[in-house]
């Protein structure tokens, strides 16, 4: 199983949908609440290039966007492959 990281924030709806999706798909994944955390949000928006909406989410440490561009993989048909690869 790849590794996944997400970034959120408190009463993030984009955030829900993102989760819901991974947790559909059976992946485990780090979430990483930047609510209240700064440095974490800095760390955040470095390592996605610069994205300072959440959620930002990376697998096997590639920034893969939000929630409407996870979901975009999933309806291409790519998303299980990509959270199998290790
Ligand atoms: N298209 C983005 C939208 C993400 C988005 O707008 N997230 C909101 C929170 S749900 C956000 O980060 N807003 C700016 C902010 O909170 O500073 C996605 O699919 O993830």
Redesign the pocket.
Known sequence: MAKIEIYT?A?????A??KALLDRKGAAYREIDVTMDRAGFDAMVARAGGG?????IFIDDRPI???????AIEAKGELDALLKAD
């Open positions: 924030k009463f993030c709806g984009y955030c949908r993102a300072r909406t959440v959620p930002q966007g939000g929630s409407d561009a996870l979901a």
